[in-house]
């Protein structure tokens, strides 16, 4: 089975590459459309793009359907029984009492690591008085406790535009400044409003927060090819020792005229930086044979980008 890495070295992460492959047999046995999405990873000294994610709508599985499948793969993918109990418990919610399904189901695999989300449907209007967490994540390695991260939304422009400020200014010096920079002038040369929607990443493992810093802006709104951020990116790369110049040039030829989803930026459980790009997000559907198409999803919704306003007389 081809694996759906970017440009990596498919041997590098042998626990990665079973991981996708596992995740892929079971897209094949769900048989619904299902969106794929490639991501790059860099911080000082590192690069990776032996990332990947695929997102499958949960009204098109049966919750009976979903929880078979779901608790195969994760055990398959070395997840403690606790752990994985956890993780299904909003499919068993549903079962036993009716509670509302998650909206998206996320699976993922991150160089040597799983990934599962529930994404949530984002509430019209949003709250603005209380916690509202968009995704709800768990990422495992084969054999480790999880860690469990909730992606919280900010509900208001000045929240969002406060956090990305606050998040800049614990790295004055990066040119971390000079990708979200290019970002604004992006939007603003598109007439596209400033921030985008924007989650704040709170994690924890085995009972305690790990130290993660981060947020996520949801750029799908923009419509961006990855190639806006080229210059930036170098730059970027380049003051981190992230990798070389060369392959950073293969990748952006490859990859520079795809969509740019998103962005996460901040510093990991470790307090080191990294910028993750998410790009390329394509949708696939199990009966179809046509070239797959490039999909602009607005997460929280089941609207896309390039989707017309509604008109009102």
């Known amino acids: 089975m081809s694996l759906p890495w970017a440009n990596a070295d498919p041997g590098r992460f042998i626990a990665g590459n079973r991981a996708a492959e596992a995740l892929q047999v079971m897209l094949n046995v769900l048989a619904v459309p299902y969106l794929s999405e490639k991501s790059a990873k860099c911080r000082p000294g590192h690069w990776s793009t032996q ?3 695929f997102s499958v709508p949960v009204e098109l599985v049966s919750p009976d359907t979903l929880v078979d499948a779901l608790g195969h793969v994760l055990s398959e993918l070395g997840m403690t029984d606790d752990d994985a109990r956890e993780c299904l418990a909003p499919l068993h919610d549903h079962l036993d009492d009716g509670r509302a399904l998650p909206h998206f189901l996320h699976l993922g695999v991150e160089d040597d690591r799983c990934k599962i989300y529930w994404e949530s449907p984002l509430p019209d209007p949003i709250p603005r ?18 860690a469990r991260s909730d992606y919280v939304l900010l509900p ?9 400020e606050r998040e800049l200014a614990e790295q004055p010096a990066s040119p971390l400044h000079d990708v979200i920079e290019q970002l604004q002038i992006s939007y603003a040369l598109g007439q596209t409003s400033w921030p985008p929607l924007t989650v704040r990443v709170e994690e924890i493992q085995a009972g305690r927060a790990t130290g993660r810093d981060s947020l996520n802006l949801h750029l799908h709104q923009a419509d961006l090819p990855l190639g806006t951020l080229a210059g930036t990116l170098f730059s970027l790369t380049r003051d981190w020792r992230s990798a070389a110049r060369e392959t950073l040039v293969s990748w952006m030829a490859k990859h520079g005229n795809e969509t740019l989803s998103n962005l996460s930026f901040g510093c990991d459980r470790g307090g080191q930086s990294f910028l993750t790009c998410y790009h390329g997000t394509t949708r696939h559907h199990p009966t179809r044979t046509a070239q797959p198409r490039r999909s602009d999803r607005i997460p929280g919704s089941a609207r896309h980008a390039r989707q017309p ?5």
């Open 156 to 164: 208001t422009a000045g929240e969002a535009r406060q956090a990305i």
């Open 129 to 146: 008085d209380s916690r509202f967490v968009l995704y709800r994540a768990w990422k495992w390695r084969a054999g480790e406790s999880v």
């Open 309 to 313: 306003a509604p008109q009102t007389v």
């Open 51 to 53: 990332r990947c994610l």
